[in-house]
């Protein structure tokens, strides 16, 4: 599926990107032959067979693990090495702080239907699921900047991912947390509602069920029931959704990145459209079906882990 996937986008990235465009604002402009002269050493001239330019692309993979280069000459290796562990920085955190939070708050409110906790939790849940990430991320900001005029020191960063020249492990620590928690924060208040509610609406049919009476029939009390029963049937489609989540919000973490200024996949996303890197954007889609993949195997582990019957089969 990677494989194919990328082969694919590499085809369809020659149909819609123009390395060619990147020269044609140059001043002085560039003549045809000074164009092809920077293209050709990074496999991006058109005048060289399609054909041709894949199977160089493809070798390099295959031999060198080379990516290829960017139309200005830079190493897809090198950004795709950098960029990644800056998405995971932001990505991994709020992705697990969203679940618990999700999770916690679908069983909280099921648990109490039509009672005011569930009420106020629903009304709550459905403001911030329809709160714009580019408006959630501002705000941040600005509250952010606020506080820090308040209390007359900078304790939150509101763009970068890190700070230069900062050493040693607790201040790089301290350093990287007062950069992680604002984007962070503003993933999770525009995601958490959507499994807050796809638990409930499974929690509320599963507690329902015939082998949920009959365990209360037996002497468990409703949370025991819930917790013993109930939660863990409907938490297998919770974990199968986050399991495919992961790859979307790896590469789809576009505004947020931009918003506060991470140089993530994200944001390489847009520069590789816009400076018409096809290597770049092929990288990319190799990514996101790397992700998929994994996410499709995280998906099977939790279905494995939470229903015995698969177990046993």
Known sequence: MIVVATNITYFLAWNFLDPENNYAQRRPPLSPEEIERLLAPRNLSENIPLLERWWTWITGIV?????????????????????????????????????????????????????????????????????????????????????????????????????????????????????????????????????????????LDNIKADYVRTARAKGLTKAQAVRKHALRTSLIPVATQVAFTIPTVFTGAVLTETIFNWNGMGRYFLTTLGTNDIHGTVAIAAFGALMT?????????????????????
């Open 63 to 203: 031999l060198r693990w080379d990516w290829g280069l960017g139309p200005t000459g830079e190493s897809v290796n090198e950004q795709v090495a950098y960029r990644i562990w800056v998405s995971a920085e932001l990505v991994l955190g709020a992705t697990l702080i969203t679940t618990v939070i999700g999770i916690a708050l679908g069983v909280y409110t099921a648990s109490r239907q039509y009672k005011l906790a569930d009420r106020i939790g629903q009304a709550t849940s459905i403001i911030t699921m329809n709160i714009p990430i580019v408006v959630a991320g501002l705000a941040f900001v600005l509250l952010a900047i606020n506080f820090n005029n308040a209390v007359g020191t900078r304790v939150f960063y509101v763009t970068g991912s890190a700070s230069q020249g900062v050493t040693g492990f607790f201040p790089v620590l301290i350093d990287v947390l007062q950069h992680l928690i604002l984007p962070t924060l503003a993933l999770v208040l525009t995601g958490y509602a959507g499994i807050h509610f796809l638990q409930r609406s499974l929690l």
């Open 293 to 313: 993949a994994i996410g499709a195997i995280l998906a099977d582990v939790a279905v494995v882990v939470l229903d015995p019957r698969v177990r046993v089969s």
